[in-house]
């Protein structure tokens, strides 16, 4: 579901668009997928990896993260990288569901909300807004969070 993604940039309106998945496959189909919606707009397709964005020092002013973050196998390493990719004060947009909110056939990896959110906590995100998105099988959750990174690159 492309429609989040594409909500979010509209309103971000990147210079370029850095797409980052560990699945060689779901890079090409979402750089197809981005060339074929936005073809004024660079595209860098980037293979991360389990642990890492393979993007660290890029200084983004935001990243979006839609129904991923529970497949990340190290949540800790995973999030510092993501720390690492973002300008001081850059937003973390995430679009996800916990396991208290799915209803019908879900993923065997959710994970609960109070664990994800002191996992954000803890590699130095704030929740600034958060809204949700209700289905037949599950319960979205919009959130977007500031990283607390200054320009020295410590997590204030």
Known sequence: DPTFARQLLAQLSPEAYFLNDIDPNQVQLISDFFHLSSPSKPIVPVLGESHSTRLEGQNFDAIIIRNALHHF?????????????????????????????????????????AELLKALKEAGFVVCRRSTIHTDSTTWHLLELQSTKTAAGDKS
Do not use: H, V, W
């Open 73 to 113: 196998e190290s949540l800790p390493l995973m999030l510092a990288s993501i720390q690492q990719s973002l300008a001081p004060n850059g937003r973390l947009l995430i679009k996800e569901t916990f396991i208290e909110s799915c209803y019908g056939l879900c993923c065997p990896d959710l994970r609960a909300e």
